[in-house]
């Protein structure tokens, strides 16, 4: 089992992430996610991201597994003070995206126009926050809390 510790010195040494990455335990969510991985190469302003077959989603397959991507900006105190903060983030967030993905719900890559798309991507990040924010606990911080429920009231003025 993951310790603050460990997650202090996953962010001290970016050597030791891939590690810690693999210890996350998943539980049930093993069943959407074919896989946890650290990438190095941080290609936008994201800490993590749920990646789906695209070969899958475009042609609407159901019960294929994702991977999630953990980014450097993941290894942030200012993001994620403690463990459970990160934990709560891969499980509540990313892995109800795996799940959704594995159970075929509507995918933004299967829309036409780019309002509709910016309209479900609003309503698929609406979920996942919404979904981290009903798994607060005592151990979760004050800034993570916060942080998540001011994700929420941004994604809900999108879309009024």
Known sequence: MLTNKDYEKAI?????RPEFIEQIELGDLSRYVLKLEYNPYQKERTEMTTIYPMSASIKGIK??????????????QLLYPNIHDFCASVIYHEGLHAKENFEGITLAAR???????KIENAKIELRAL??????FNMRNSKTYVNQVRS????YKRQLE
């Open 12 to 16: 001290k040494e970016p050597g030791f």
């Open 63 to 76: 019960r294929k597994r994702s991977r999630i991507l953990i980014y450097p900006l993941a290894f942030s």
């Open 111 to 117: 829309l036409n126009n780019a309002k509709d798309i």
């Open 130 to 135: 919404s979904n981290q924010a009903r798994h």
């Open 151 to 154: 994700r929420i009231k941004a």
